[in-house]
Each structure stands twice: as structure tokens, then as C-alpha cells.
């Protein structure tokens, strides 16, 4: 079974600055996808950007980037300009690549880190 | 065009009542997830449709628990005498074939007192 670990239960940013949240992850499979998502306070949850594990080039969204290391099973996300708008629960998230011709997503996600960005 | 839409928003229920929760896909998409997500953590998966079919319960956590998706489009949750410990949001979401992006609704807010 896939395990996702975030171990930064809260972290805090000044509006403008750059901000890392970690996200570490077990699995023996070889392809998979690894997902951020953002969850707004009482408002639905986000995708905020999304790298599948067998391009070697980090994914980028505008000021959202990852840092994918596969070897070491670790997948952080690098918010850079932070905005007051950026306030929410961030999510780690894992999937499963397709299984032959059924597609399937379930995805298995971390504990959640709130990041709050103050003005 | 319309994304995931859940209903009821909140739901208050007396420990032993059946409830009954209602997700509403994106027009064409294929899969549809049922999640659980307990204040401050993170979702955790129930089960999974594609169209009507439920290919996965693994995720259910008693036989209390029963989802369905009888046209292969709105999807329903269902809940028999419920416990407090069922008090959490239950999120759904919907994607097309290949479900590499998750569209979530806002979910249900389940209260069992």
C-alpha cells in the first residue's frame, strides 16, 4: 500500500516570499502520478499542480513548482511571490498508474499542511 | 460549464438516523470518487464508479456504508444508523476516462449528534 507523509502540520510565509512545503511518499511502483492540492478554508479542494514520476523535469504552474526526487521519494512544493490568497490546506496526493485497460484514480493523500501567509 | 455539485451542503443527524448524501458529476465524466475527510486530515478514499459500475469498495468502512450511481451520473452515499464517529465531510469527485485531474465538489458536511 502507498503511504503519504507531510510533516509539517502548519507552516507561516510573509506575503511575497518563497515558501517550501515537504511531502515524502512509499510505494513500489515504478510509474505513478504525484499531485498538490489546495483546500481554502470551508471551500473546495484545488488541484494545484500535478507531475507524473516518469518525467524527470519538475513540473511548473506560474508561482507554484515542484521539486520531484524520485530516488529519494520526495515531492515538495515551492510557492514563490506568496499571496494572501495562497491561506488554505495544502495536500500531498499519490496515484496509481492505470491498471491495464481500466483506468483507476484513487488517490491516497497526506495529513495536510495549513500554510498561512501574512500581510 | 457546471463543476461537481454536492447536496446537502450540512447535514445534521441524530445518531441512528439514515442519511443520504447526493454528488452530482461533470457532464461526460466517466469515474467518480466518494472520499471521507475527518476534521484536519486528510481525505481518505470510500469507493469508486466507472459509469454505474462500482469497481471498488474497498474503502468503505462498515457495511453501514453503501454508495450507487444507477444511471452512471449522480451519485449517491448512503448512510444507515449513523454513528458519531461518521461526523466528517464527504467529498466527491468526478474525472473523465483517464483520471489524472480529480475535479472535487465543495462536500457535505456530516453531523451525527
Known amino acids: 500500500a502507498q503511504t503519504v507523509t507531510q510533516s509539517q502540520p502548519e507552516m507561516s510565509v510573509q506575503e511575497a516570499e518563497t515558501v517550501t512545503l515537504s511531502c515524502t511518499y512509499d510505494?513500489?511502483?515504478?510509474?505513478?502520478?504525484l499531485f498538490w492540492y489546495k483546500q481554502p478554508p470551508s471551500r473546495q479542494m484545488i488541484l494545484v499542480i500535478r507531475q507524473e514520476a516518469y518525467k524527470q523535469q519538475n513540473a511548473t504552474e506560474n508561482r507554484f513548482s515542484v521539486n520531484f526526487q524520485k530516488a529519494a521519494k520526495s515531492f515538495s512544493l515551492k510557492i514563490s511571490d506568496s499571496q494572501l490568497g495562497d491561506t488554505a490546506m495544502y495536500f500531498c496526493a499519490f496515484m496509481k498508474p492505470h491498471a491495464g485497460g481500466t483506468s483507476y484514480g484513487k488517490l491516497t493523500f497526506g495529513q495536510g499542511t495549513i500554510l498561512t501567509v501574512h500581510p | 460549464g457546471a463543476g461537481v455539485s454536492q447536496s446537502p451542503r450540512y447535514k445534521v443527524a441524530k445518531r441512528g438516523q439514515d442519511v443520504a448524501l447526493r454528488c452530482d458529476p461533470i457532464?461526460?465524466?466517466?469515474?467518480l470518487f466518494w472520499y471521507q475527510q475527518a476534521l484536519g486530515q486528510g481525505p481518505e478514499f470510500l469507493t469508486y464508479f466507472q459509469n454505474e459500475a462500482q469497481l471498488d469498495k474497498s474503502g468503505l468502512p462498515s457495511d453501514r456504508f453503501f454508495a450507487e450511481r444507477p444511471e452512471g451520473s449522480v451519485s449517491t452515499l448512503k448512510i444507515q444508523r449513523t454513528q458519531q464517529e461518521d461526523s466528517a465531510v464527504y467529498l466527491c469527485?468526478?474525472?473523465?476516462?483517464?483520471?489524472?485531474?480529480?475535479?472535487f465538489g465543495p462536500g457535505t458536511r456530516l453531523l451525527v449528534l
Open positions: 510505494t513500489s511502483e515504478s510509474n505513478y502520478y
Open positions: 469527485a468526478s474525472s473523465p476516462l483517464r483520471p489524472e485531474t480529480q475535479y
Open positions: 457532464s461526460g465524466h466517466v469515474s
